[in-house]
T-cell receptor
Framework: GESVGLHLPTLSVQEGDNSIINCAYSNSASDYFIWYKQESGKGPQFIIDIRSNMDKRQGQRVTVLLNKTVKHLSLQIAATQPGDSAVYFC????????????FGTGTQLKVEL | GAVVSQHPSWVICKSGTSVKIECRSL??????MFWYRQFPKQSLMLMAT?????????EQGVEKDKFLINHASLTLSTLTVTSAHPEDSSFYIC??????????FGPGTRLTVT
């Protein structure tokens, strides 16, 4: 879907706690989803991806959950660290879409010491 | 591996002038590169798809005569903002696709038009 709005949602967590960042996607034909981390003044950095034939995928300290029924994606970060502070975006694309990504609105994660 | 660079990292230009931004894939070839624009506190918005050896495909609402894209080789795409105005001030990000799905992003270019 198209990103609108001037204010990023913010999630504040204490260092060491788990973080859950949510994303609603718009295209029911989307079959590949990616989470990106963007630090201030930098380009997006790949975190983890998932295809529509899966509902869960784990990486190092991160887990992505996919619920196709309600078109919802979440990113779980375990034992959140100060270095995790950034803006997190989900992105969607579909087979035959020419690798074109549609980005979500983003969530600002702030890790408090 | 899979490093994408952009040059310059930031640029200030006067209204009415043109500015060129380069996007390079340093260690892989990319038949497709994408250009995005990002305003403060907002998400990335796709501007155009750059294909090596062919004309770029622009998203709806993006002026192709204002944002000139050239994909001269498998490792280089350029975005030229022509007759820039203050409203063109933004963070421009490119990405490159080496294979099927993976897309690697450049570090971005901050354009300020005075």
């Amino acid at each position: 879907g198209e990103s609108v709005g001037l204010h990023l949602p913010t999630l504040s967590v204490q260092e060491g706690d788990n973080s859950i960042i949510n994303c609603a996607y718009s295209n029911s034909a989307s079959d590949y989803f990616i989470w990106y981390k963007q630090e201030s003044g930098k380009g997006p950095q790949f975190i983890i991806d998932i295809r529509s034939n899966m509902d869960k995928r784990q990486g190092q300290r991160v887990t992505v959950l996919l619920n196709k029924t309600v078109k919802h994606l979440s990113l779980q970060i375990a034992a959140t660290q100060p270095g995790d502070s950034a803006v997190y975006f989900c992105a969607e694309t579909f087979t035959g879409g020419g690798n074109k990504l549609t980005f979500g609105t983003g969530t600002q994660l702030k890790v408090e010491l | 591996g899979a490093v994408v660079s952009q040059h310059p990292s930031w640029v200030i230009c006067k209204s009415g002038t043109s500015v060129k931004i380069e996007c390079r894939s340093l260690d892989f070839q990319a038949t497709t590169m994408f250009w995005y624009r990002q305003f403060p506190k907002q998400s990335l918005m796709l501007m155009a798809t750059s294909n090596e050896g062919s004309k770029a495909t622009y998203e709806q609402g993006v002026e192709k005569d204002k944002f000139l894209i050239n994909h001269a080789s498998l490792t280089l795409s350029t975005l030229t903002v022509t007759s820039a105005h203050p409203e063109d001030s933004s963070f421009y990000i490119c990405s490159a696709v080496p294979g099927l799905d993976e897309q690697y992003f450049g570090p971005g270019t901050r354009l300020t038009v005075t």
